[in-house]
Every structure is written in C-alpha cells, then in structure tokens.
T-cell receptor
Framework: DAGVIQSPRHEVTEMGQEVTLRCKPI?????LFWYRQTMMRGLELLIY????????DSGMPEDRFSAKMPNASFSTLKIQPSEPRDSAVYFC????????????FGPGTRLTVT | AQSVAQPEDQVNVAEGNPLTVKCTYS??????LFWYVQYPNRGLQFLLK??????LVKGSYGFEAEFNKSQTSFHLKKPSALVSDSALYFC????????????FGKGTRLHILP
C-alpha cells in the first residue's frame, strides 16, 4: 500500500488567496483526521471523519477553514481567504474506526502564506 | 476528559546509554496508549501501542514501553540509545470503547549525543 497520500507537498501563496489541500487515505481505513503542526502550538487536531461523516470539527480555527470528504478515498481541507498565521504543516492521517487502531500519517503539506 | 502529559520538552542522552521518555495520561475509563516518532520534515510514524495484556510492550527500532495503571504512566524506553533515535516523540491516548479522537501529548525532543 502507498500509505496516506497528500498533495501538494509544498504550497506558497499570498494572503487572501484560496488554498486547497488534498488527502487520499489508506484503502479500507474509514477514519480520517486533519492536523496542523506549528512550532508555537504543536500538533493540533482540526477535524476528523468517520465513514465520510464529520464527527468533530471543534479544532477548526475559524470559518475560513472548511473540510470535506465526498467519498472514502478523498478529502480536502480548504482555507479561504488564507492569512500568514495559517502558515504551518498540515497532516492528514487515517485509521480503521475502532479505537484500538493506530493512525497512519501522510507526509504533510507545508503551507506558507506571505 | 482525556489528556496526555509529556513533562519534558527535551531529553538528552549519550549514545549507548538507556533512554526514557515520560508520559502520563488521564481517561475516565480504560486506555489505549500509543507512541509515535517524528523525524525532521516527515509525518508521525507509529512506534508501539498498549491495548491489553502484558504491561511491557515492544515496538519498532528496539523501543519498548511499560504500562503502569496505578501511576497512569506509559513511559517509552530503550536499553541502548543510537544517534539515529534523535527525533520528536509523541505519546497519545484513546479511551476504550470510544471511537473518538486520539489525544496527543505536546511531544518530547530526544537528542542522542555521540
């Protein structure tokens, strides 16, 4: 299996632009998680889905952030409009639903907003 | 509410010496416990987990962890440290029978000195 796939790996954009991050989970995994990592705040859970349904989005920082999972093999995290403080590494992770299973992380998308 | 504490931001160990990275947790029920490692510019990688059974769990790269229910701890250990073990280590907890989000600690940076 190729593991969790994220694209793009790097994104540089100007403040005010829309940014879309993409994730393909491991086949057969029905939980998907979006995280953000910064030096100041560490690793933060933004939102997670079970069976394509958003379960907890309490970590989404503002209405500028939105996430979708239209099917079991694809999810997007969108920031519109982007701001410099959104600069971070964004990780996607997937796992089977049962809580005994570990999560598998993608390589991350490094976002820089200038 | 679930929580995880990693009391040390950084741990320095000489190569060849034993290492310990500390983790304590809080859940209302029984826990599933996990350790992850993050190398520079990479996603988190699963190291080991405690689900049930033996309190001493063995994982990847020679790491092990001991579950101590009375002290609510799950410290990561390795008998002989390698320079290549230098990385950021995260402890995480999930509550049994709750298909819920996993709670990560803030991470401990491990430096192995040659």
């Amino acid at each position: 299996d190729a593991g969790v796939i994220q694209s793009p790996r790097h994104e540089v954009t100007e403040m005010g632009q829309e940014v879309t991050l993409r994730c393909k989970p491991i086949s057969g995994h029905n939980s998907l998680f979006w995280y953000r990592q910064t030096m100041m705040r560490g690793l933060e859970l933004l939102i997670y889905f079970n069976n394509n349904v958003p379960i907890d989005d309490s970590g989404m920082p503002e209405d500028r952030f939105s996430a979708k999972m239209p099917n079991a093999s694809f999810s997007t995290l969108k920031i519109q409009p982007s701001e410099p403080r959104d600069s971070a590494v964004y990780f996607c992770a997937s796992s089977p639903v049962h809580s005994s299973y570990e999560q598998y992380f993608g390589p991350g998308t490094r976002l820089t907003v200038t | 509410a679930q929580s995880v504490a990693q009391p040390e931001d950084q741990v320095n160990v000489a190569e060849g010496n034993p290492l310990t990275v500390k983790c304590t947790y809080s859940v209302s029920g029984n826990p599933y416990l996990f350790w992850y490692v993050q190398y520079p510019n990479r996603g988190l990688q699963f190291l080991l987990k405690y689900i049930t059974g033996d309190n001493l769990v063995k994982g990847s790269y020679g790491f092990e962890a001991e579950f101590n229910k009375s002290q609510t701890s799950f410290h990561l250990k390795k008998p002989s440290a390698l320079v290549s073990d230098s990385a950021l280590y995260f402890c995480a907890v999930r509550e049994v029978h709750r298909d819920d989000k996993i709670i990560f600690g803030k991470g401990t940076r491990l430096h192995i000195l040659p």
